[in-house]
Every structure is written in structure tokens, then in C-alpha cells.
């Protein structure tokens, strides 16, 4: 970022402002990335009209999308986060996402735009302008079209709902495996999709295991391709 100084009209970068002046536009030339974010790309990135319909965003083959667990998300729930990043890497035969074995703390709250994809288990939740509960969220943080940051959040305020793993126990449960495997879908960038088929379908119905990527989803993440 060059700035001007209105009294002399010379002109100064903010990161540099020790350095002699008559090096200035040479060391601004090389290391004008230092004040950049980290990561950001330089040029804005965007969806092909025919695609925006079915995509929210692109990592812009940015692959494989590496997941942190916040360690507010139940140990006894992993295998079922792990199994749900296979699902998808299996159907699109890719590595597409990993799960890292780094566990975030507390401090890292979700939209902290570090450039972190973060599964958080949140128990104080704040319901979005919906009259239906929300049984999870995935918020992108997108540069263009481009996506920088997935972070998927869980309703843990058990108010309205509760999860099971294998069995339900009672007709309030939720199959978290199915719930995990749809918000991935739109940590890859998929919107929600009306189609009764579709793992974006809106609707997870209690004690329902939708487990199942179909091709229609497939190609909708092909889109962009």
C-alpha cells in the first residue's frame, strides 16, 4: 500500500518508513507482498455463469482442503467426521479433504478470516433469519468467487434435536455422519439443492442416514472443471 504525504507530496510504504527514500521504489518493487495478507490470492477469481446456480464458490483446485477440529467437537463424534471426508474423497476420487491432527483451542472462534477450515461443536447457538431450526452451518469466507476459509459449525443446543452415530435411540436423533457429510458439501462450495436426491437437500430428516453422494452432486461440483 503506497501512501502519500499531503505536506511535501513524497510518497512512503507504511512497512518501510526507516528506509532511505531513494531506495524506496526498489525495495517497494520486491517486497510489496510484505504487507499483503497471507495466502490471499492477488487476482479475484470467478465462477462461470452457468455454474453460479449450483455453486456457491471455488477452491479453485486449491486441493486437498485441510479440516481442523476445534476441541469443542466431541471425540466420539471423529470417526463420523472421519468417514464423512472418505465419503467424499471416495466419489469424486480425489483427496479432496483431510483432517488435520492439530486440534484448535478456544481462542480460535469461527470468521476469525485466518484462512483456517475449523469444525466447531457450538452449544451457544444463534439462529439464523429462518423459521426452521438449523441443524448445522458452513460460513466461506470468499475472495471473487474464490473460497479462502470453510468453517462448519454444528447445533450442539440439543433444544430441538440430538445425534446418534449407528441407531437412533428416539425420533429426535439425527444421523451426525449424514449432517457432516452435507456441510462438507458446502465447504466444497455446493449450494443447497431442492432435489429429494441431492446430500444438499435442505431437509435431514430425523433418523434418516443419507450417506450417499449421487451423481447429480458429483457434477454439479464438476461444473466449474
Not at 24 to 49: D, E, G, R
Not at 159 to 170: A, G, L, M, R, V
Request: contains cysteine; hydrophobic residues 35%.
Amino acid at each position: 500500500m503506497i501512501i502519500y504525504n499531503l505536506k511535501n507530496n513524497t510518497k512512503f510504504n507504511p512497512c518501510f518508513q526507516s528506509l532511505n527514500q531513494n531506495l524506496f521504489i526498489m525495495l517497494a518493487l520486491l517486497l510489496s507482498l510484505s504487507c499483503a495478507p497471507k495466502n490471499k490470492p492477488q487476482k479475484a477469481f470467478h465462477l462461470k455463469a452457468e455454474c453460479r446456480s449450483v455453486l456457491e464458490g471455488t477452491w479453485n483446485s486449491k486441493y486437498p482442503i485441510t479440516l481442523y477440529r476445534h476441541e469443542s467437537f466431541p471425540s466420539e463424534y471423529v470417526s463420523s467426521l472421519e468417514k464423512a471426508i472418505d465419503t467424499w474423497n471416495k466419489a469424486t476420487h480425489q483427496n479432496l479433504l483431510q483432517l488435520s491432527t492439530e486440534i484448535e483451542n478456544t481462542e480460535n472462534t469461527p470468521n476469525n478470516h485466518d484462512h483456517k477450515s475449523v469444525v466447531y461443536w457450538i452449544n451457544d447457538w444463534h439462529q439464523n433469519d429462518s423459521t426452521e431450526v438449523e441443524q448445522g452451518r458452513t460460513n466461506l469466507e470468499l475472495f471473487g468467487d474464490q473460497i479462502l476459509e470453510a468453517d462448519v459449525l454444528i447445533n450442539a443446543s440439543m433444544k430441538d434435536f440430538d445425534f446418534f452415530i449407528d441407531q437412533p435411540e428416539n425420533s429426535k436423533q439425527v444421523h451426525i455422519e449424514s449432517l457432516l457429510i452435507h456441510e462438507l458439501g458446502h465447504v466444497l462450495g455446493l449450494k443447497h439443492s431442492t432435489s429429494k436426491n441431492s446430500i444438499m437437500n435442505t431437509h435431514l430428516i430425523a433418523n434418516e442416514i443419507r450417506n450417499e453422494i449421487p451423481v447429480e452432486d458429483l457434477d454439479k461440483l464438476n461444473c466449474q472443471d
